[in-house]
Each structure stands twice: as C-alpha cells, then as structure tokens.
C-alpha cells in the first residue's frame, strides 16, 4: 500500500487576496514546504544538507494546478504528496490540498535531481530512490 506525507496548515490572514479568498501564489509557497518537510523527515535528507552540503538540488521543471474550490481564511487545509511516476533522474509529485473531505487544489509538480555545479541530470541515489518509491501511488506502484 502506498503512502502519503501530510502537511498540516491553517488559512492565515496573509494567505488572503483582497476578497478573503486564499491567493493561488500561496499554495505554491505550501507546496515547496511540503516538498522541504517531507525530504527533511520521511526521506531522511534536508535541504540543507541536499543543496549546501552535497551540492544536489530537485528543481521543479513542471507544474500543473487545478483550483478545484475556494479556501478562506482560518480553514484547516491538508497538503497531500505521493508519487505518480519515480523516473531515473526525475519524479512527478501529486500533491492534494484537501479541507476535510473537499478537495480544493490538484497539483502536479516534476522534479529533476540535479548536480548544482553542472545543473545535469543525475540518476536519484539508491537509498534515496527506495524510500521515495513507498510514496507511489498504487496506480503506477
């Protein structure tokens, strides 16, 4: 069975446009924090230690969003990440956003691992690559 990682937020105030309605570039700022937690914690590798002390980086090559419905200010919204496809040197993500049972946001995001100093592809590590394979969704698992 699959996994997902799941990152917990709240609508805050400065997530608002002018109508009280969560502004769409707010997401995307969640969604790379939900990419940075969960390499920090379920896949055991920091960004820190990633990008400075490895000098590797997951830049996203593409993104594909659907804002599915509206969230407002103070609602508790869920950020849902599993893998739909864990290529050789690429992933693309699934992130859901979720407010309870409503879906609010679909995204696609594609990663690329890459060496820093050449800014080429480089094949996922091993051990990296098996713990990101948990997160497949059972469709392509």
Same mark, same amino acid.
């Given at each position: 069975?699959? %996994?997902?990682? $799941?990152l917990h937020t709240v609508v805050r105030f400065a997530d608002c446009d002018a109508a009280g309605i969560h502004f769409f570039p707010r997401y995307? *700022? %969640?969604?790379?924090q939900t990419v940075e937690e969960w390499f920090a914690g379920p896949l055991d590798c920091s960004f820190k230690t990633l990008?400075? /002390?490895r000098r590797l980086g997951v830049p996203t #090559? @593409?993104? $594909? #969003? #659907?804002?599915? #419905?509206?969230?407002r200010l103070e609602e508790a919204l869920t950020y849902r990440l599993s893998i739909d496809r864990l290529g050789r040197a690429s992933a693309t993500l699934r992130i859901r956003v979720v407010c309870g049972d409503e879906a609010r946001v /679909? &995204? @696609?995001?594609?990663? &690329?691992f890459v060496d820093l100093d050449s800014m080429s592809a480089r094949p996922w590590p091993? $051990?990296? %690559? *098996?713990r990101m394979s948990g997160y497949l969704t059972e469709e392509t698992a």
């Open positions: 069975m699959s %996994r997902t990682f $799941e995307f *700022e %969640r969604v790379n990008h400075l /002390d #090559a @593409k993104f $594909e #969003a #659907a804002f599915l #419905a509206p969230s /679909d &995204v @696609k995001q594609t990663l &690329v091993a $051990e990296l %690559r *098996e």
